[in-house]
């Protein structure tokens, strides 16, 4: 099992950044891949930024430019940097974590963190 919790969502004005967290402990070594997906209200759930070992990266058209994934394995902790967000950024965050994707998605994994919010205010 892996535990992932995120951290550093907030209220923030239009045009502003934050930098989400997300610590993952239990059997990290079965951890290949991790990913940030989103939901707003009303809405699906949505891939935002994912990384794989050997760190290629994949984002969402609308966030491109504008957010950087990364993570340090040794604090074994995944990051979101997120810049000129805009109100449509407003939504409930997820870490997501894994060792192979799920039958769902090439870019979705087993292991969910709780969320953290993120209001982008105008």
């Known amino acids: 099992q892996v535990q992932l919790v995120e951290s550093g969502g907030g209220l923030v004005q239009a045009g502003g950044s934050l930098r989400l967290s997300c610590a993952a402990s239990g059997n990290i070594f079965s951890i290949n891949a991790m990913a940030w997906y989103r939901r707003a209200p009303g809405k699906q759930r949505e891939l935002v930024a994912a990384?794989?070992?050997?760190?290629?990266?994949k984002y969402a058209d609308s966030v491109k430019g504008r957010f950087t994934i990364s993570r340090d394995n040794a604090k074994n902790t995944l990051y979101l940097q997120m810049n000129s967000l805009k109100p449509e950024d407003t939504a409930v965050y997820y870490c997501?974590?894994?060792?192979?994707?799920?039958?769902?998605?090439?870019?979705?994994?087993?292991?969910w963190g709780q969320g953290t919010q993120v209001t982008v205010s105008s």
């Open positions: 990384i794989r070992s050997g760190e290629s990266t």
């Open positions: 997501n974590a894994g060792g192979r994707p799920t039958p769902s998605s090439r870019y979705e994994y087993d292991y």
